[in-house]
């Protein structure tokens, strides 16, 4: 369980500095949350990090063209995937069209089509 002291130690000022950045947000604030949840890269609550998924609707003309997207999380809860998260750096806006579609697309892949969740700090 997570509790409203869980981050007691982070000192939140960095969120305001440039060199916070997206790797920071995953490894800082993210993977400490997942890991309370249960989540790591093995056993039935499963982390897929960076897995590269190839995208099966790009077409120009008749010509496909491979586009390879890369999700920063990939869950899987007992060999189903679940649910896709996407980290963002604490000065990107979540809702905005780029990052919206950027992790729609993730979502909505044939290969887990499931709840969509942006994360930032």
């Not at 997942?34 to 590269?52: D, V």
């Not at 010509?63 to 998260?85: A, H």
């Not at 963002?88 to 780029?98: F, L, M, T």
């Amino acid at each position: 369980m997570i509790t409203n002291n869980f981050f007691q130690d982070f000192d939140f000022q960095i969120l305001n500095s440039n060199d916070f950045k997206e790797d920071a947000v995953r490894e800082e604030l993210i993977n400490p949350i997942l890991k309370k949840l249960g989540y790591k890269a093995y056993g039935n609550n499963r982390i897929i990090y960076s897995k590269t998924l190839s995208h099966p609707f790009v077409k120009i003309g008749s010509g496909k063209r491979k586009i390879n997207i890369i999700p920063d999380y990939l869950f899987s809860v007992n060999d189903q995937y679940t649910w896709v998260l996407d980290a963002k750096a604490p000065n990107e806006k979540i809702i905005n069209s780029d990052n919206v579609g950027q992790v729609y697309s993730y979502a909505i892949h044939p290969e887990r089509k499931r709840t969509i969740i942006i994360f930032s700090a």
